[in-house]
T-cell receptor
Framework: EPEVTQTPSHQVTQMGQEVILRCVPISNHLYFYWYRQILGQKVEFLVSFYNNEISEKSEIFDDQFSVERPDGSNFTLKIRSTKLEDSAMYFC??????????????FGPGTRLLVL | GQQVMQIPQYQHVQEGEDFTTYCNSSTTLSNIQWYKQRPGGHPVFLIQLVKSGEVKKQKRLTFQFGEAKKNSSLHITATQTTDVGTYFCAGRRVGSQGNLIFGKGTKLSVKP
């Protein structure tokens, strides 16, 4: 069964450093998402991406965040200058459509980011 | 902003007992999805409900979507130790491009 993959599984970085989290969505999916989950808390939406542009973003997704689909398979989340409070598990998800039966979002295994 | 409230936060049951978690949205949803997350794992899709009043079953799991499309529930009959995990509801608001608003989840523990 096709699945979403993410790399790296863990990332430790110093405050102020840039990080890039990588995701390979399911190959025939068109909608891509990033969520984060601070330890012990709920999953929070960051951004959705379709047709090479951001379609929705939350207030968490400020100017320090950016997303890119650099080629036909990868979908990346960049945090320009990490802060301590960016420490969380970051999940990538993809879906074949935005709604209806195809709107099911399949989550990757996550990247655990720790900012020191 | 729109919120999805989920209760209870924790539920401890004896194996064989039933379990129910409830979600309530402040606004009408276009659909609601349910996910299960095992400790240290990622959310795994269980089901999507789209129609008002819809009821779906998966073996011992029964999912309901309210008539007003603002609330939903997941009921597990005769829990097993393999049911352990956190169950999240996630709603998609009308007109959204896919942004899922997650509830805080209900963490289920099952005593054998």
């Amino acid at each position: 069964e096709p699945e979403v993959t993410q790399t790296p599984s863990h990332q430790v970085t110093q405050m102020g450093q840039e990080v890039i989290l990588r995701c390979v969505p399911i190959s025939n999916h068109l909608y891509f998402y990033w969520y984060r989950q601070i330890l012990g808390q709920k999953v929070e939406f960051l951004v959705s991406f379709y047709n090479n542009e951001i379609s929705e973003k939350s207030e968490i997704f400020d100017d320090q965040f950016s997303v890119e689909r650099p080629d036909g398979s990868n979908f990346t989340l960049k945090i320009r200058s990490t802060k301590l409070e960016d420490s969380a598990m970051y999940f990538c998800a993809s879906s074949s459509t935005s709604g209806g039966a195809g709107g099911t979002q399949y989550f990757g295994p996550g990247t655990r980011l720790l900012v020191l | 902003g729109q919120q999805v409230m989920q209760i209870p936060q924790y539920q401890h049951v004896q194996e064989g007992e039933d379990f129910t978690t409830y979600c309530n949205s402040s606004t009408t949803l276009s659909n609601i999805q349910w996910y299960k997350q095992r400790p240290g794992g990622h959310p795994v899709f269980l089901i999507q409900l789209v129609k008002s009043g819809e009821v779906k079953k998966q073996k011992r799991l029964t999912f309901q979507f309210g008539e007003a499309k603002k609330n939903s529930s997941l009921h597990i009959t005769a829990t097993q130790t393999t049911d352990v995990g956190t169950y999240f509801c996630a709603g998609r608001r009308v007109g959204s491009q896919g942004n899922l608003i997650f509830g805080k989840g209900t963490k289920l523990s099952v005593k054998p």
